[in-house]
């Protein structure tokens, strides 16, 4: 028998438990579906294996469901509707059966516990320990019927998201924080708005069913069919797992990489730093610029600059949004564009929100800013050549100093 997961393991002490106590040679967790009972977990003193199914209409679980037959039957030759039925002709003599019910009130399946002799003593007595068995593998099983449950859930938005070709990219301009000229802009993933959920989360969610690399490529893309409409850089983020797939490296060899910034997060974990060095070494001789996202919104960021020397480093919006007014997010701020200085990486600020922002984090020599005050993501055609620095009154977010930018150029606009 192939080995058991942890949870099946449990569930099958449970049901030994069961069999034993009610001298029984069969004993079983059942899941029911539209036409068919699955034996997940099964005890026997027979050679049986879990997993076996038999047509659910013709079951004992399927029969005491519906009160044709009670939940403990001594002897099933005495009902004619057992009589008939296929696990009578293979030997069952007696038979006690109770519902899995999960916390929310749902049915799962069955607990069920077969005899091949008639057992005269078997009786509610006997049924109620099956109950609070059964009610222990409720327990038990419940986490992954929860995780079955959400990942079909997710299984049904993503699925069509992916056969359209990937979600929603638009682009959020980066701004020199000096003159207001847009040097470039990050691709930003937007999804359904009744997901109700932000880009990260829906990635996470992929993650889960097997398919983030496959939706990040698809976003990638995306992201990269604008190069062909905007000046300037397009920053792209991607996960190192995604950085490290052999479809990942295949579709940024084929960039334009002196536009291309590629974005890490400082949320995501990289366990091979060498490896990662060695995967970017030919993509950063050919212009492409690395950057690492979120630096100040955890403890990762450090060692990821130390250990990759960025071109770009860009500061968390928890550090930046009120920065003009807090004196302790001024020092830090400080901090950071020192050591960027140190490992000559440039700096774009996320999450301005505010002409006073923009303007104290110019007065840090922080270079370059994103955020609300300049413009929200946005079609490729709504991107502006240059916006206003402090004067949001007269050229509020997304208000151009000039008139939209026009087909891309070969200027390549990255910020180093």
């Keep these: 028998m192939p080995q058991r997961s942890e949870t099946a393991q449990q569930v099958a002490d449970l049901l030994r438990t069961a069999r034993q106590s009610l001298g029984m040679g069969l004993a079983f967790l059942s899941r029911m579906d539209e036409t068919v009972q699955h034996l997940e977990v099964v005890d026997s003193v027979l050679p049986l294996q879990d997993g076996m199914t038999q047509p659910r209409a013709t079951s004992f679980c399927q029969l005491i469901t519906d009160g044709v037959l009670p939940p403990v039957i001594p002897d099933v030759t005495r009902f004619p509707a057992a009589d008939r039925l296929p696990g009578t002709e293979q030997g069952i003599r007696s038979y ?4 899995v019910e999960l916390s929310d009130g749902t049915v799962y399946g069955t607990f069920c516990g077969a005899g091949f002799v008639a057992d005269p003593q078997l009786s509610d007595r006997d ?5 609070v068995l059964a009610h222990a593998a409720a327990m038990i099983v419940e986490p992954e019927v929860r995780q079955r449950r959400r990942n079909a859930v997710i299984e049904r938005r993503l699925r069509p998201v992916l056969e359209q070709g990937g979600p929603v990219v638009l682009l ?4 020199d924080l000096a003159t207001g000229r847009r040097v470039g802009a990050e691709a930003l993933s937007r999804f359904p708005h009744e997901w109700n959920q932000p880009p990260d989360e829906v990635f996470a969610d992929a993650g889960l069913i097997g398919q983030r690399e496959n939706l990040e490529l698809a976003a990638l893309r995306r992201a990269a069919d604008h190069l062909r409409e905007v000046t300037g850089y397009v920053a792209m983020n991607i996960s190192p797992a995604t950085l490290f797939a052999p479809a990942g490296l295949e579709f ?4 334009p990489l002196d536009r291309v910034v590629l974005e890490l997060s400082e949320h995501d974990p990289i366990e091979d730093y060498e490896r990662l060095k060695e995967i970017l070494a030919p993509l950063r001789a050919r212009g492409l610029r690395l950057a690492i996202d979120d630096v100040g919104a955890g403890y990762s960021s450090l060692r990821h ?5 960025p071109d770009v480093i860009k500061l968390d919006r928890s550090m930046v949004s009120g920065v003009a007014h807090d004196a302790v997010l001024h020092v830090v701020v400080d901090a950071l564009a020192q050591l960027a200085r140190a490992v000559d990486a440039t700096v774009v600020a996320e999450g301005i929100e505010t002409a006073a922002d923009a303007a104290a984090l110019a007065e840090l020599d922080i270079s370059l800013g994103q ?6 993501a946005v079609t490729a055609a709504e991107l502006h050549d240059r916006y206003a620095l402090t004067s949001p009154d007269a ?10 930018a026009g087909p891309a150029v070969t200027s390549s606009g990255t910020p180093r």
């Design 96 to 99: 006690i059966s109770v519902p």
């Design 127 to 131: 049924r109620v320990l099956m109950e």
């Design 172 to 175: 959020q301009p980066i701004v």
């Design 252 to 255: 940024l060899t084929g960039l």
């Design 305 to 309: 600059i130390v250990a990759t020397g």
């Design 371 to 376: 955020g609300w005050h300049f413009d929200r």
């Design 395 to 404: 050229a509020g977010p997304g208000r151009p100093l000039t008139a939209p």
